[in-house]
Every structure is written in C-alpha cells, then in structure tokens.
C-alpha cells in the first residue's frame, strides 16, 4: 500500500490533472463564497473604530464609586488607557490634565482608564497623586474593557464625541498638548 | 469575546504568548528533522535563531519606518517589548531572506532544507490558530447556526475554530508524511498545498475578508495560487526525480 501510494505522487504526470481539477474545484469555492464587499470588515476589527458607537462600560473608580460611559452621553469624552509603568503614558498625562482643566467648562469628560488587570492599584494611586490629576480614573480589575477597545499598545487614546461616537483613536504616545487639543476641539464641536 | 477565554489576567498576553509558544515548539521540532535529512542540526539551529533575530529586529525597524516622527522623539522605544509594534510582513521577510542567505553560504541543501522547515511550520499554523482564537482575530462571518460563537457583537462562524482543527489535520498528514517522502521538496511543496487549500476553504467562512473585483475574497486568490504553484513544483520536483534517480 505504502508503495503503491509513493509510486503514485512520484509520477510527474499524476500531477496534471490533480492541478485541473484542483483549478475548477477551487474557482468554483470562490465563485460560491464569494460576497460584497459590504458583507465583511475588509481586514479590520468592527469597533471600536472611528465612526461607530464607543463600546459601553460600567468600571469602579478609583477612590471609590463608579462610572457608566454612557451616562456621559452630551459630554464629549476622552478614553485613554494606561498602566503606571509604562513611560510614555506617565508622560502625557500632564497634557491631558491641562487639555480637560481648560475644556470642562465646555463638556469634556476624561476617562484615564487604568489596566489594572496588569498595573499595580497603589502604583496607579500613587502616580494621580503625584501629579495632582483630578479626571476620573476607572479601574479595569478583569481586562474587560482593554478587550473590548482592543487594546494592542498602551496607551491608547479615544475620543468619544457628545453622541458616543468614536472620532479618533490615537494608539500609542506619548501625544502632544497640541494633538489632544485638536482632537478635543473636534468631539466638542456641536454645542451640548 | 470568547466563552472559552475567561481566563482572569492573562487574557490579554495569551495570543502573544501562544505565538511565542509555537516558534519554539516549531524550532525543536524542525531542529528534530536535521539527522533524517543529513543535515547538521548545529547549521539548523543557528539558522533558525538567525531568521528569528533578524526577523524580530526588521519587524521593530518596519515598524518604527512606518511612524517615523513617534520613534524620532522616543528612539528608545524601539526595545519596547511590545509584541503589538511590530510590522510582521518586513519582518518574516527579512528573516527569511537572513535564513536563507545563511543556509547556502553554509551549504545546505535547498529543498532538505525546506522539507526540514515543514513540520515546524505545520506546528507554528497551528499555534497561529489558537492564537487567534485567543485574541478574536480571523473572525468569522454572521452566521445562525447552532455552533456559532459570540464575538465582536454579532453570532459568528467560529472560524478560529475551524482554523485550528483543519491546522491539525494538516499537522497530522505531514507528520504521517514526513518518513514517506518519495523525494526531496515532496514535504515542503506538500505543506504548502494543504496550508494553501486550507486557507481557501476557510477564508469562506470568515467575516473580515478583503474583497477586490468587487466581490472576491483577495485571500482565496492568493491561496489558489500558491496552492497550483506548490502542485506544480511538486510535478517538476518529481519529473526530476525520475530523470535523476537518487
């Protein structure tokens, strides 16, 4: 049996019609699975992306209480995920602390999503409070929310328009003052 | 996400780390193959780290070339051990090139050497698919059917699924293979036909296709036509063998 099979693929004209039918049979699947290109994502993952509704949440904060995204609906937001250790997070902080102080007047909610499921809690404590940052900061103990934003590097940034949509997801930083200020400037645009 | 992956803390890093898992399973399983094949497994295995190093470093250099200014502030974060920044074309792309500069300045037999790289890559496709699995990529299309899985808000084929027990399948017949080849470059040209197909077949299934000519999934183009190119090279491979017996 063995070598009926190894003289059967050692055959070099075996292979011919192998590739024909081969041809036909796999033309055929693509005929038959073929769709618009509106049926599929063409290559990314469906949200969060800019232009669709901001996945909600419900996080403990830090200090105690809670906060629900979409109770924030009519403010604009700013999503930013982070961990106490990792540089480039600890160094955009003071941009987006000095961003929020000049636009809440206007509407803008910050949310400094903390991964905890892999961050220290006192480590994050200690770092709002050497900075003296006063936006929320929401705890995300089981990763729930890092999965569901997708995260792939941190931080990473979203900015949540009065309606809940997404208008801008900055991965990576640390971002400027001037960058988080435009990017602000455009989810404030429609007065609340 | 995934029922199955309410594993608490490690769910994030666990498709990185499946992938990390797989590279070094393929690499001792390739490194297995040296002595069958008569090759040195020493030249093996410095190949394969060769491939990886320069692998990883052109992912990180592709990558950090793409957001140019971002590194030129933080040119430190270029060590950044961040499996997400990295670009994975450039840098399979290098590495292979670095693989395969090395394997003939060192003599090694072209097609031994890629039979050698078969069953390693049958086991990284398989840990590919679990990888996958793990972080809800190659998603599957919207489907209503009694096995369909939650995912990214819809019910879906759970194409990662289908990619890891076809991935098996495959693992199984070139591992069966593997001491019945009839001649050299039988295994490789072989994994890549079923790698191929299976990639035709299941790309039917899945919900974040690339579509060009307006309705067709570029990934079963490009499958189809690796999958006659490995048949093909199978043919001439085997033509030759008959013209030059041993």
Known sequence: MQSLVDDWVARPGRWFPIMGVTLALGLAWIWVSAVPAEATTGGQIPSPREGFLAPDFTLELLGGGEVTLSELRGKGVVINLWASWCPPCRAEMPAIQQVYEKAKGRGLAVLAVNTTFQDSERDAAAFIQELGLTFLVPLDRDGTVSRQYQLRALPSTFFVDREGVIRKVIIGGPMSEATIQTAVEEILEQDG | ?246
């Open chain 2, 1 to 246: 996400m995934l029922p199955v992956l309410q594993v608490g803390p490690l769910a994030i890093q666990l498709p990185g780390l499946l992938l990390l898992a797989g590279v070094w399973l393929a690499s001792s399983v390739i490194e297995k193959q040296a002595p069958r094949l008569k090759l040195s497994s020493a030249i093996l295995s410095n190949m394969i780290f060769l491939g990886l190093v320069v692998g990883l470093v052109s992912a990180r250099i592709g990558y950090a070339l793409r957001y140019l200014n971002v590194y030129l502030e933080n040119p430190l974060s270029l060590l950044a051990l961040n499996p997400t920044t990295l670009a994975p074309a450039e840098g399979a792309l290098s590495g292979m090139l670095a693989a395969l500069i090395y394997a003939r300045r060192k003599g090694l037999p072209l097609w031994g050497t890629l039979d050698a790289l078969a069953p390693g890559l049958a086991v990284f496709s398989l840990a590919l698919g679990f990888s996958h699995l793990a972080s809800g990529d190659a998603f599957g299309a919207p489907a209503d059917l009694p096995w369909a899985i939650e995912l990214w808000g819809a019910r879906r084929h759970p194409s990662q699924v289908y990619e890891v027990l076809l991935a098996g399948v495959v693992l199984g017949v070139i591992l069966e293979a593997r001491l019945r080849a009839p001649f050299p470059g039988f295994l490789f040209l072989g994994w890549m036909v079923l790698a191929a197909a299976s990639r035709l077949s299941l790309e039917a299934f899945r919900g974040d296709s690339v579509i060009v000519l307006g309705a067709v999934r570029l990934a079963q183009l490009l499958s189809l036509g690796l999958l006659l190119a490995g048949l093909l090279g199978l043919h001439l491979r085997a033509r030759q063998t008959v013209r030059h017996p041993g």
